[in-house]
C-alpha cells in the first residue's frame, strides 16, 4: 500500500471511530510507529486531523463522545490501575462526590466493603453499583439522564451540587492538557461537572494518558483546578513535568 492509500485509510478510521492510535495503526497497516507517525503528520498539516498524544483525532469532531458501553472496553487495564490508585484518596469516614466516567465507575466498583463513607452521584450506573454497599450513605443527584453516560444534567443536578460540600471529588474528563484545560464533548455535562468542582475541597482527576491533549467542545475547568491527576505510566516525562507546573500532582499508576 502506498503512503497517499494508507492515510487515506487512516483517515476514513479516524472519522468513524473519533480518533485513531499509533500502535494500533502501525499493527494494522504492518508498518513501523515512525511511519504512522509521519501519516499522521501529513494529515494534521493538511488540516484533516489534528495530532494528540498518542495519536490523533479528525478534525470538526471536538463533539465526539463514544458510548458509555465503548468507553467501558477502552483502555481497560489503564482504568483498573488508575481506579486501585485512586483508593488511597479515599477520604475516612468522609465525603465524596463521584463524576460520571468509565474509570470512576471502576473506582465505586473498587471501593472496600468496610468503608464508611457519604457518597454523592449524578450517575446512574455508580449509583446502581453502590446501592448496596453496607457502608455507604448513598445520595443520587436528580435531573435529566443523558442516554449516552446516563448522567443526570440540568438545573436539578447543578441545585443539588450547589447546596453541598463534600471533601473529595474523583472527576473525568474526555480531555485534559495543561494549554486547554479539561474538557467533554457535552455543554450540559460541563456545566455538572463544573458544579462538583465548586462543591469540593479537594480535585482528583481520574484520566487515562490518552485523553492527555485531546480537545472537546465544552470546558469545564483549568489543571489549575486540579489537586491531583491519577494517570497511566504512558504520560511521558515531559508531559507530567508540564502538568506539574501548573500544581497539579501527578501519578502515574
Same mark, same amino acid.
Do not use: C
Given at each position: 500500500?502506498?503512503?497517499?492509500?494508507?492515510?487515506?485509510?487512516?483517515?476514513?478510521?479516524?472519522?468513524?471511530?473519533?480518533?485513531?492510535?499509533?500502535?494500533?495503526?502501525?499493527?494494522?497497516?504492518?508498518?513501523?510507529?515512525?511511519?504512522?507517525?509521519?501519516?499522521?503528520?501529513?494529515?494534521?498539516?493538511?488540516?484533516?486531523?489534528?495530532?494528540?498524544?498518542?495519536?490523533?483525532?479528525?478534525?470538526?469532531?471536538?463533539?465526539?463522545?463514544?458510548?458509555?458501553?465503548?468507553?467501558?472496553?477502552?483502555?481497560?487495564?489503564?482504568?483498573?490501575?488508575?481506579?486501585?490508585?485512586?483508593?488511597?484518596?479515599?477520604?475516612?469516614?468522609?465525603?465524596?462526590?463521584?463524576?460520571?466516567?468509565?474509570?470512576?465507575?471502576?473506582?465505586?466498583?473498587?471501593?472496600?466493603?468496610?468503608?464508611?463513607?457519604?457518597?454523592?452521584?449524578?450517575?446512574?450506573?455508580?449509583?446502581?453499583?453502590?446501592?448496596?454497599?453496607?457502608?455507604?450513605?448513598?445520595?443520587?443527584?436528580?435531573?435529566?439522564?443523558?442516554?449516552? $453516560?446516563?448522567?443526570?444534567?440540568?438545573?436539578?443536578?447543578?441545585?443539588?451540587?450547589?447546596?453541598?460540600?463534600?471533601?473529595?471529588?474523583?472527576?473525568?474528563?474526555?480531555?485534559?492538557?495543561?494549554?486547554?484545560?479539561?474538557?467533554?464533548?457535552?455543554?450540559?455535562?460541563?456545566?455538572?461537572?463544573?458544579?462538583?468542582?465548586?462543591?469540593?475541597?479537594?480535585?482528583?482527576?481520574?484520566?487515562?494518558?490518552?485523553?492527555?491533549?485531546?480537545?472537546?467542545?465544552?470546558?469545564?475547568?483549568?489543571?489549575?483546578?486540579?489537586?491531583?491527576?491519577?494517570?497511566?505510566?504512558?504520560?511521558?516525562?515531559?508531559?507530567?513535568?508540564?502538568?506539574?507546573? $501548573?500544581?497539579?500532582?501527578?501519578?502515574?499508576?
Amino acid at each position: 500500500m502506498y503512503a497517499p492509500e494508507r492515510q487515506q485509510e487512516i483517515l476514513r478510521l479516524a472519522r468513524d471511530g473519533g480518533r485513531v492510535d499509533v500502535v494500533s495503526l502501525a499493527e494494522e497497516f504492518q508498518v513501523t510507529a515512525e511511519t504512522i507517525r509521519r501519516d499522521l503528520k501529513s494529515l494534521d498539516r493538511a488540516g484533516l486531523v489534528r495530532r494528540v498524544h498518542g495519536g490523533a483525532i479528525p478534525v470538526g469532531r471536538l463533539d465526539f463522545e463514544p458510548d458509555l458501553a465503548e468507553r467501558e472496553y477502552t483502555s481497560a487495564d489503564e482504568k483498573d490501575r488508575i481506579a486501585k490508585a485512586a483508593l488511597a484518596e479515599l477520604p475516612a469516614d468522609g465525603t465524596l462526590i463521584l463524576d460520571a466516567g468509565s474509570t470512576v465507575a471502576r473506582l465505586a466498583a473498587a471501593i472496600p466493603l468496610d468503608a464508611t463513607l457519604t457518597v454523592v452521584t449524578h450517575s446512574l450506573p455508580i449509583a446502581a453499583r453502590l446501592a448496596d454497599h453496607p457502608g455507604i450513605q448513598l445520595h443520587l443527584v436528580g435531573g435529566r439522564v443523558r442516554h449516552r $453516560t446516563r448522567a443526570a444534567v440540568d438545573a436539578w443536578a447543578l441545585r443539588a451540587y450547589g447546596e453541598i460540600r463534600a471533601d473529595v471529588l474523583f472527576v473525568a474528563a474526555n480531555g485534559f492538557s495543561p494549554e486547554h484545560g479539561l474538557t467533554t464533548p457535552d455543554l450540559a455535562e460541563s456545566a455538572v461537572k463544573r458544579a462538583a468542582i465548586a462543591a469540593a475541597r479537594r480535585v482528583v482527576l481520574l484520566a487515562d494518558s490518552a485523553k492527555h491533549g485531546q480537545e472537546h467542545f465544552a470546558r469545564f475547568g483549568d489543571l489549575t483546578d486540579v489537586d491531583l491527576l491519577i494517570t497511566d505510566e504512558a504520560l511521558g516525562d515531559e508531559e507530567t513535568a508540564g502538568i506539574e507546573r $501548573t500544581g497539579t500532582e501527578v501519578v502515574r499508576a
